[in-house]
């Protein structure tokens, strides 16, 4: 069975600081990959999604980037966190690769998630 | 894809049947209905979809109308754990983003 995880699960960082957020996905090759953002007491938004290694695209404009290094691993990281960065974290796949356009239904499965404050 | 409205809350007793309503009337043919739903301080979690027929899980039921333009998603005997914010989400079949509105938050009560 396919597993997906996210570490760490808190993390509390200085204004200013660097950020590294990992998922790893288990059981499954060539996901799509998804980064999520859910402010606290918004709904979820998406902040990147990878349909494959160094494939990394970007839905809204911010101070964060994210890589691909290996096909089941998605990193999320920032140079310098702002105060607006804090929410929690969320890492997801979907289990059709390159299949782009090819139809049928998928579903997106979320890991545990990262809390990030920023203080 | 299109947009789906649903009630900003409900509650549901223990035991009993949750019917949770969702509105997507601009619904095109290719398009999919997704429901997810997120216990507090978790990721969401995938329940069910469907196309056109009726469809059933382990965890759900989900009817669709004969025009698409509406469904409800029921879960058959609530429980405390059942509490959380429930998604509706319309996809059409392409890969990519699921667009997460606001949801309905349910509460079963015991």
């Known amino acids: 069975s396919q597993t997906i995880h996210q570490w760490p699960a808190t993390l509390v960082q200085p204004v200013g600081s660097p950020l590294s957020l990992e998922c790893t996905v288990e059981?499954?090759?060539?996901?799509?990959l998804y980064w999520y953002r859910q402010a606290a007491g918004r709904g979820l938004q998406l902040l990147f999604y990878s349909i494959g290694i160094d494939q990394i695209s970007s839905e809204v404009p911010q101070n964060l980037s994210a890589s691909r290094p290996q096909d089941r691993q998605f990193i999320l990281s920032s140079k310098k966190l702002l105060l607006s960065d804090s929410g929690f974290y969320l890492c997801?796949?979907?289990?059709?690769?390159?299949?782009?356009?090819?139809?049928?239904?998928?579903?997106?499965?979320f890991g545990p998630g990262t809390r990030l404050t920023v203080t | 894809d299109a947009k789906t409205t649903q009630p900003p809350s409900m509650d549901c007793a223990e035991g009993r049947a949750a019917n949770l309503p969702c509105n997507h009337s601009?619904?095109?043919?290719?398009?999919?209905v997704y429901w997810y739903r997120q216990i507090h301080s978790q990721g969401p979690q995938y329940i069910i979809h469907g196309l056109k027929n009726n469809e059933t899980n382990e965890m759900a039921s989900l009817i669709i109308t004969e025009d698409r333009k509406s469904s409800t998603l029921i879960l058959p005997h609530a429980t405390l754990r059942d509490t959380a914010v429930y998604y509706c989400i319309v996809k059409g079949d392409s890969w990519g983003k699921l667009q997460f509105g606001a949801g309905t938050q349910v509460v079963v009560t015991p």
């Open positions: 601009t619904i095109s043919g290719n398009e999919y």
């Open positions: 997801a796949w979907s289990g059709i690769g390159n299949d782009l356009g090819q139809g049928g239904a998928y579903e997106q499965y």
């Open positions: 059981g499954t090759s060539n996901p799509n």
